[in-house]
């Protein structure tokens, strides 16, 4: 009997079977606790669901190619429950460098099906974020991004430029993506701003504190404060202080 063909589609399902049968009742309680209504999850910790991710990586490339992970990568990000889409992103992670534009429109793609920050962030900070880094006209869709309806989206082009900024990038951009978003209400937006503002002052606080006192009496306080949280205390004090 000539065996079948294994699909995309048949892994994902294995890969599906497998974190939906041996992860742990209690602790996806708690993460659903913690999450509320916006995910479901199978109750997997992190350094677990990155060994066996890993090893599935592994296997599958070995067998199939990295056009096919790809593949299955893309049916994994697909669902709703949590920990098949940071399996997606656990399968790709650390291998931008042999992805390219077709890559970084698929995971683009992805973005309108985030449900939760933790979903967010691992796709832009591990997979999106690297490749606008070593491609910096990539910048041009983090632009469009920030103007998008949908709170993803925007917190998307904050945290696209962390990796970048860590590499003393962005400077320039990253001011004017933060002028762009600093009225932004929606607290995930403002907190992806502070997150790429505070890695900006470590990376950079001879430039990035002069910004931070320009826009500290606009600027919403969880910005503010997030921004700082690495600075001295004597800098941080100055920037939080109520403007006179």
Same mark, same amino acid.
């Given at each position: 009997?000539? /065996?079948?063909? #294994?699909? /995309?589609?048949?892994?994902?399902?294995?890969?599906?079977?497998?974190?939906?049968?041996?992860?742990? %009742?209690?602790?996806?309680?708690?993460?659903?606790?913690?999450?509320?209504?916006?995910?479901?999850?199978?109750?997997?910790?992190? %350094?677990?669901?990155?060994?066996?991710?890993?090893?599935?990586?592994?296997?599958?490339? =070995?067998?199939?190619?990295?056009?096919?992970?790809?593949?299955?990568?893309?049916?994994?990000?697909?669902?709703?429950?949590?920990?098949?889409?940071?399996?997606?992103?656990?399968?790709?992670?650390?291998?931008?460098?042999?992805? *390219?534009?077709?890559?970084?429109?698929?995971?683009? !793609?992805?973005?309108? +099906?985030?449900?939760?920050?933790?979903?967010?962030?691992?796709?832009?900070?591990?997979?999106?974020? &690297?490749?606008?880094?070593?491609?910096?006209?990539?910048?041009?869709?983090?632009?469009?991004?920030?103007?998008?309806? *949908? +709170?993803?989206?925007?917190?998307? %082009?904050?945290?696209?430029?962390?990796?970048?900024? +860590?590499?003393?990038?962005?400077?320039?951009?990253?001011?004017?993506?933060?002028?762009?978003?600093?009225? *932004?209400?929606?607290?995930?937006?403002? =907190?992806?701003?502070?997150?790429?503002?505070?890695?900006?002052?470590?990376?950079?606080? $001879?430039?990035?504190?002069?910004?931070?006192? !320009?826009? +500290?009496?606009?600027?919403? #306080?969880?910005?503010?404060?997030?921004?700082?949280?690495?600075? &001295?205390?004597?800098?941080?004090?100055?920037?939080?202080? $109520?403007?006179?």
């Amino acid at each position: 009997m000539t /065996p079948r063909r #294994r699909s /995309p589609e048949s892994i994902a399902a294995e890969i599906r079977h497998l974190l939906r049968n041996d992860g742990s %009742a209690e602790h996806a309680d708690g993460v659903q606790w913690f999450f509320k209504d916006e995910i479901k999850s199978h109750g997997w910790y992190t %350094a677990g669901l990155r060994s066996v991710a890993v090893r599935f990586r592994r296997r599958i490339r =070995k067998e199939f190619g990295l056009d096919f992970l790809l593949r299955v990568a893309d049916k994994l990000f697909a669902g709703r429950v949590l920990e098949e889409k940071v399996f997606a992103v656990f399968l790709l992670e650390k291998m931008t460098e042999e992805f *390219d534009d077709a890559e970084f429109r698929l995971f683009e !793609s992805w973005l309108p +099906r985030i449900s939760s920050w933790a979903d967010h962030d691992g796709l832009v900070h591990y997979l999106i974020a &690297p490749m606008v880094a070593s491609k910096p006209d990539r910048t041009a869709r983090v632009f469009r991004w920030a103007k998008s309806p *949908d +709170r993803w989206h925007r917190r998307a %082009a904050c945290v696209a430029l962390i990796q970048g900024t +860590r590499r003393k990038m962005f400077f320039f951009e990253i001011r004017r993506l933060s002028d762009l978003l600093l009225s *932004d209400e929606d607290d995930m937006v403002q =907190k992806g701003l502070g997150w790429l503002l505070r890695e900006t002052a470590k990376a950079d606080a $001879k430039r990035t504190v002069p910004y931070l006192m !320009s826009i +500290r009496k606009q600027a919403p #306080r969880l910005v503010l404060r997030t921004a700082c949280e690495t600075l &001295p205390p004597g800098v941080r004090n100055k920037i939080l202080a $109520k403007p006179v």
